[in-house]
């Protein structure tokens, strides 16, 4: 099933390429049926392929040109239908001479991802408040995740950040997970647990793995490991970095922070009642969990504060909104039944060095008493 689903998306992504190669030659008055245009069309199509197995940009490249394409025909057909009347006039003539260059969609194209590139350059703060009756003092808690440091953001973004985020005078830093990756090699990931030890807190510093942390997926899309689940935790450790993996501590007198192993893991994770049991309700709960899943029934016991990631918001446009109406929640903040769900977007993206929709974040959640 898997492999024809592969071959199906695989099938319409070639042919929607050689309709892009058609439509490109047609605009400047090549014959895109004679065989020989046909043959250098299937040529470009396995060009463009060798090219996306070499640099994974091309696809996303790729992508956005046909489906601009596509748009400035369907805005193309719209304007000649309106303006039948007016072919002569000098807006009509000046219409039809942008068409016919074919420049629009890649000017667009060039726009849109010139601006996601910058953007994955760039981390700021998010902030939010949180009222309750639970706790007497003011808190403040900031959440990293999914940093995949060592892939597709300059390192040096990160490290810029850490000088700032201290300035916050966090009582609590909770690492989201995916914090490394598959992408990621022995030398980057213990640097990058070397960084975010420079974190200062009151209470410390906490860690719950992602589902790409422990590299799950590095046989199938990388082929090796580049560090051991032993070398990994003896990283965190070292600098000063608690991993909470199905288990709960307290955090001063009126916190308890839980932390839950990635819903994704093969080997399976504690159920959350059981993990909560013995939590006392009448402190302030908070469940780090790297997917934004299980808020119904973190409500259901008490919970107060769920922190994940997990979804870079969509990263590309239009993708956040199909995961928001479609999946799970997507980002920001959420309400159920008296817990609140934070989901981050993350500290840079995955895949590709661009991020054209939402930003990379951390986040600052200041938990104060109800007045």
């Not at 605009?27 to 040529?43: A, D, E, F």
């Not at 790409?212 to 051991?228: I, K, L, M, P, V």
């Not at 590309?316 to 959420?334: Q, S």
């Amino acid at each position: 099933m898997v492999l024809l689903i592969l071959g199906g998306m695989l099938l319409v992504l070639g042919s929607s390429l050689y309709w892009l190669t058609g439509r490109w030659l047609s605009l400047y008055g090549v014959c895109v049926k004679k065989r020989s245009i046909r043959l250098v069309r299937i040529g470009a199509v396995l060009m463009i392929a060798l090219l996306s197995w070499l640099w994974r940009m091309t696809i996303l490249i790729a992508l956005h040109l046909m489906v601009l394409f596509l748009l400035m025909d369907i805005g193309a057909f719209v304007i000649r239908r309106a303006g039948k009347n007016h072919r002569e006039d000098r807006w009509f003539r000046i219409f039809r001479r942008i068409y016919r260059s074919g420049l629009v969609p890649v000017l667009i194209t060039c726009l849109i991802l010139g601006y996601g590139a910058y953007n994955m350059t760039r981390i700021v703060p998010t902030e939010y408040t949180i009222s309750t009756d639970k706790v007497q003092s003011d808190y403040r808690v900031i959440l990293i995740t999914d940093t995949h440091y060592g892939t597709i953001q300059n390192p040096d973004v990160l490290k810029r950040k850490i000088d700032e985020m201290n300035g916050w005078n966090p009582d609590l830093v909770v690492l989201g997970g995916d914090i490394v990756e598959e992408g990621t090699s022995k030398k980057s990931m213990e640097e990058a647990f070397h960084v975010l030890g420079g974190l200062e807190s009151t209470f410390g510093t906490y860690y719950v793995y992602g589902n790409h942390d422990r590299q799950d997926y590095a046989d199938a899309a990388f082929g090796t490991r580049t560090y051991t689940v032993q070398e990994l935790q003896k990283a965190i450790e070292s600098n000063g970095i608690t991993i909470l993996c199905d288990n709960w501590v307290s955090v001063g007198e009126e916190l308890i922070l839980a932390g839950r192993n990635d819903a994704g893991t093969l080997s399976g994770r504690a159920d959350a009642k059981d993990l909560l049991k013995d939590t006392d309700r009448d402190r302030f709960i908070i469940t780090a969990d790297h997917q934004p899943v299980g808020i119904k029934e973190n409500a259901g016991l008490g919970v107060d504060l769920q922190l994940s990631g997990h979804t870079h918001a969509g990263q590309i446009f239009p993708v956040g909104y199909f995961t928001d109406w479609l999946l799970e929640p997507n980002y920001g903040k959420y309400e159920e039944e008296g817990c609140t769900l934070i989901v981050s977007s993350g500290a840079t993206g995955w895949g590709f060095p661009v991020r054209t929709q939402e930003k990379c974040e951390y986040v600052v959640i200041d938990i104060v008493p109800e007045k």
